[in-house]
């Protein structure tokens, strides 16, 4: 059954503290991409991956980081320098960047 | 830069009306055009794309897209509504970028569809 999964669905956070999101995908993509959501503002683009061991930033890149050692996963880190890290985290993938994309079920992050 | 804009925050439609979610987009050269539908507090799901070809493009559900290239839109259609087609609309657009097709998406048209 192959896909996309995000790990956790919710996650909490305490100010100050990094925080890492999942992202796993079985379909031998090589392009991932995370985004983040906010109300009424669309997905803005945090980080994509075109292939293994290389990553570009996005639009919104400040205050996150992420790796892509291996092809099916692409983690996002939410650090401290983030000032304002709760949203609704999605992450993507596709064959090449110019095909359709398939996303996770989302990790909805909240800072306390 | 290329963007897109989908003019309406929300549309409401009548179950068994069409309905039409629109978008426009601006992009330097020819664009790759798709549509995605968000269901509360899940991911995105591909509806359709358009690459090349015939302007009209059929996708799932039920849902079609035609790509104008004059007007520079490419609008979301549907002969008749169902309340289950109620949810988010994304539009998205991408063109070449130094090798590289990053897409832009546009902020989201909420449909409901009245029983």
């Known amino acids: 059954d192959g896909g996309i999964t995000q790990s956790p669905k919710y996650l909490f956070r305490k100010e100050g503290q990094n925080v890492t999101l999942s992202c796993e995908q079985n379909l031998n993509h090589d392009a991932m991409y995370w985004y983040r959501q906010d109300p009424g503002q669309g997905l803005r683009l945090i980080y994509y991956s075109q292939i293994v061991n290389d990553f570009q930033k996005g639009d919104i890149a400040e205050g996150y980081s992420v790796s892509r050692e291996k092809k099916e996963s692409f983690p996002l880190t939410v650090t401290s320098a983030q000032k304002n890290p709760t949203a609704f985290y999605l992450c993507a993938s596709s064959g090449t960047t110019n095909n359709e994309q398939f996303f996770g079920p989302g990790t909805r992050l909240t800072v306390l | 830069a290329q963007s897109v804009a989908q003019p309406e925050d929300q549309v409401n439609v009548a179950e068994g009306n069409p309905l039409t979610v629109k978008c426009t987009y601006s992009v330097s050269g020819n664009p790759y055009l798709f549509w995605y539908v968000q269901y509360p507090n899940r991911g995105l799901q591909f509806l359709l794309k358009y690459i090349t070809g015939d302007n009209l493009v059929k996708g799932s559900y039920g849902f079609e897209a035609e790509f104008n290239k004059s007007q520079t839109s490419f609008h979301l259609k549907k002969p008749s509504a169902l309340v289950s087609d109620s949810a988010l609309y994304f539009c998205?657009?991408?063109?070449?970028?130094?090798?590289?097709?990053?897409?832009?998406f546009g902020r989201g048209t909420s449909l409901i569809v009245h029983p």
């Open positions: 998205a657009v991408s063109a070449p970028s130094g090798g590289s097709y990053i897409p832009t």
